[in-house]
């Protein structure tokens, strides 16, 4: 899927960690607006990619990281610099929070749940429909995003067309 625009007033940006990073926008009802993947290549590029990102996205209030490490910190210190909200948080919670019990057995089996998932929270959310399969750093991210929503009490829980 090529790079979309961020849209406009995103309030709270999930982010699936890694080298091939997942990036998903939501407004303050809990609703998707944009996600995509991106392979950043190495660390100095997503270091240059984490501050850019959050510099041409001023109506950004939260910032949500799933994963650790030395990549958790350099999101964190960019969204600090921006006096934004930031989570760091570990897969298990918003699994914990999100799937069921048999689609937690494995991280296989979380990660083909997460796609079923982050597809239903596109349609929901009214958001652009991918082009293809989604890879599973953008599925995650979509999924932490809906769970963060949650958290946040921007939604009363996860709605009942993404649960089915």
Same mark, same amino acid.
């Given at each position: 899927?090529?790079?979309?625009?961020?849209?406009?007033?995103?309030? /709270?940006?999930?982010?699936?960690?890694?080298?091939?990073?997942?990036?998903?926008?939501?407004?303050?009802?809990?609703?998707? /607006?944009?996600?995509?993947?991106?392979? /950043? %290549?190495?660390?100095?590029?997503?270091?240059?990619?984490?501050?850019?990102?959050?510099?041409?996205?001023?109506?950004?209030?939260?910032?949500?990281?799933? %994963?650790?490490?030395?990549?958790?910190?350099?999101?964190?210190?960019?969204?600090?610099?921006?006096?934004?909200?930031?989570?760091?948080?570990?897969?298990?919670?918003?699994?914990?929070?999100?799937?069921?019990?048999?689609?937690?057995?494995?991280?296989?089996?979380?990660?083909?749940?997460? +796609?079923?998932?982050?597809?239903?929270?596109?349609?929901?959310?009214?958001?652009?429909?991918?082009?293809?399969?989604?890879?599973? +750093?953008?599925?995650?991210?979509?999924?932490?995003?809906?769970?963060?929503?949650?958290?946040?009490?921007?939604? +009363?829980?996860?709605?009942?067309?993404?649960?089915?």
């Amino acid at each position: 899927m090529p790079p979309s625009p961020i849209p406009p007033e995103p309030t /709270l940006l999930a982010v699936d960690l890694g080298v091939r990073t997942g990036l998903a926008f939501f407004d303050a009802r809990g609703r998707l /607006l944009s996600y995509r993947s991106q392979n /950043l %290549g190495s660390r100095a590029r997503l270091k240059r990619a984490a501050h850019s990102l959050l510099a041409e996205t001023p109506e950004l209030e939260r910032l949500v990281l799933e %994963g650790g490490g030395n990549l958790a910190e350099l999101w964190k210190a960019a969204g600090l610099r921006r006096d934004l909200r930031v989570r760091i948080m570990d897969a298990g919670v918003w699994r914990r929070g999100l799937l069921l019990p048999r689609e937690r057995r494995s991280g296989a089996l979380a990660k083909e749940a997460a +796609d079923a998932y982050a597809r239903r929270i596109i349609t929901w959310s009214e958001a652009a429909n991918p082009k293809g399969k989604l890879k599973h +750093d953008v599925a995650e991210a979509i999924c932490i995003g809906l769970w963060a929503c949650v958290e946040a009490g921007w939604l +009363d829980g996860v709605p009942p067309e993404v649960r089915r």
